[in-house]
């Protein structure tokens, strides 16, 4: 690659995406290299046009293109269900499991306070202000299952539940398909804790 | 993603890259979506400027940016050897190795009879050109050490030979590092076959 500089741009700039190493960078830049322009052209005009056209849903701060996001423009969708996310990549992986079919909203993130992620931090205001009228009956916290996601459910609980509103939150256990003898001790315990009737 | 086609056009180009599947192609989107613009056009300006910029070297047909690569057009190169290689993306890891201080010679390829890759689709008649004069004392035969690449390196040992030249093939042998246990055949094979003296 030596007396190339412009090899050397592209290879710094698509080791910077995330997952992508020296190695994955190389292969790709051959690949670039190798291939049509148009190829790349392609790829050079999604990557810029993706930044002009995606804005932030005003609803419930899902990507969205058009003036609201896919999901809450939708007229196929349960409007009666709110599911509380962190972040705009956690819609995808509910949304292919099929088995929600309600609205969501995007938290902008999880409480943190030693970080100094507040509440006033992520949009829990505008999440409050879309339970304001009678036509959400279910909030399902999907926020992850961690701390600071724990954290975020317990709190958003604790604000939802004096309206009168169901709150649900994804459950915690094995992973289906999973081994018991693979399963981290906090996994478990609380497969065990939460354990149904048979 | 729903509602935003033009997340989805980059997710089809992404995905199109080698190495990236759909999982690598959404957590790159997400973070060109999160990030500055700025790293967006950087990339997306590398990515057309690479083939812009770069063509092949007129006389050992490595990736080039000025008239000569930069291997061609160093005067630190010892010109009296020639790594003969398939591809432009052979040469980094044996410059990284900094075992070998000569100059190159991509052939765009290896012998493969069935696939129509006859000599005369390989840049074999360059390299005999290069070897005209007598500065060059000997050809380092790096192809691949698999079926293809050694039909190369003997068609143009035999080519070569003549010469008066001295050709040499980089050793096949068990990895360092590795494990006897976990060594294929093939690999133990030959090492046995070429072992040496202790």
Redesign the interface.
């Known amino acids: ?7 050397q ?2 290879l ?3 080791e ?5 190493g020296p190695k ?1 960078a ?8 190798n291939g049509e ?1 148009a ?16 804005h932030f849903c005003p609803v419930c701060f899902n ?4 003036n ?4 809450c ?2 007229d196929k969708r349960d409007r009666s269900q709110i599911c509380v996310v962190g ?3 956690d ?2 992986p509910i ?1 292919r499991t099929g088995a929600y079919h309600g609205l969501y909203h995007v938290l902008g993130g999880a409480l943190n306070p030693l970080e100094g992620i507040t509440p006033d931090r992520l949009h829990i205001a505008e999440l409050m202000a879309r339970l304001g009228g009678n036509e959400v009956q279910e909030v399902v916290l999907a926020t992850n299952p961690n701390v600071e996601g724990e954290t975020t459910a317990s709190y958003l609980a604790r604000l939802i539940r004096p309206l009168g509103c169901k709150v649900t939150r994804l459950a915690s256990g094995l992973p289906v398909g999973g081994d018991l003898e693979f399963a981290d001790e906090a996994t478990l315990g609380r497969a065990i804790e939460t354990r149904r009737e048979f």
């Open positions: 690659m030596q007396g190339a500089p412009s090899i741009v592209l710094d700039e698509l910077r995406m995330p997952g992508v994955s190389q292969r790709i830049a051959y690949w670039l290299l322009r190829q790349a052209e392609r790829l050079a005009e999604a990557i810029v046009q993706v930044k002009d056209a995606v990507y969205a293109e058009g609201l996001c896919g999901i423009a939708s972040e705009p990549r819609i995808p949304e």
